[in-house]
């Protein structure tokens, strides 16, 4: 089992959405905008270039356990680091994770962890090539608001500090490293 895989999907793994292979039609995470985004949204997006997408699935079962998609953004200099305020520049890149959610029958097994620490690596990777400052997120509001913030901060996430968005979080790259060791 790789060292990031959660506890019971041995055969786990994450790889780039295929609209051909990977089977979406029982995904439910219980948040409906995002089961409707995975199953009505996604291959759209994918192919306006407005998103890439990277799925988990257990060995030869096709069926979407869980998932997370990655964007370009920019946040403002005046948020975050103080060393962003003084960088001359009014908008900082950012990598943006627009959705991460996992099955529900899956959730709590550490697949939403390993999700995430897929788009660090990934992140890093991109970071060799573009430049990107940090990577932000937008915490869903529900009545499941306070686990969800705690899983973000728990993996190293910030607030922003955005008055217009303040459930906006945000790591930097450079936490990103240290979280990934
Ligand atoms: C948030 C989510 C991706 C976490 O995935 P997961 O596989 O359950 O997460 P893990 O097993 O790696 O970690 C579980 C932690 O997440 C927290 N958590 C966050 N949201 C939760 C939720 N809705 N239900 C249960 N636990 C949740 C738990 O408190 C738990 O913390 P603990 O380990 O300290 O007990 C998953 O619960 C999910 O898909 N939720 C619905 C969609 C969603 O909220 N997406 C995030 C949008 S910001």
């Known amino acids: 089992m790789p060292s990031d895989s959660p506890a019971g999907t041995a055969a ?6 295929e609209k051909a292979l990977h089977d979406r039609s029982a995904f ?32 030869d079962d096709p069926a979407v356990l869980g998932f997370y998609t990655l964007s370009a953004m920019a946040v403002r200099a ?11 520049v ?18 709590g097994r550490g697949l939403g962890t390993a999700l995430l620490l897929d788009a660090m690596k990934r992140s890093l990777v991109i970071t060799e090539q573009l430049g990107a400052a940090a990577i ?11 686990q969800r913030w705690k ?13 217009d968005n303040p459930r906006r979080v ?4 450079a936490d990103v490293r240290a979280t990934l060791g």
Not at 151 to 163: H, M, S
Not at 170 to 173: A, D, G, L, R, S
């Open 12 to 17: 786990l793994s994450i790889a780039r959405f």
């Open 28 to 59: 439910s995470c219980g948040f409906t905008p995002i089961d409707n985004f995975l199953k009505s949204s996604l291959s759209d997006q994918i192919k306006g270039g407005l998103v890439t997408a990277w799925v988990a699935t257990s060995g």
């Open 78 to 88: 005046c948020d975050g680091l103080t060393k962003w305020r003084r960088s001359g």
């Open 90 to 107: 009014p908008d900082i890149p950012v990598i943006y994770v627009r959705a991460v959610a996992v099955r529900k029958d899956m959730q």
């Open 136 to 146: 932000a997120l937008d915490v869903l509001e529900d009545q499941h608001f306070e």
């Open 151 to 163: 899983f973000y901060i728990d993996l190293g996430f910030r607030p922003l500090g955005d008055p």
């Open 170 to 173: 945000f790591i930097p790259m």
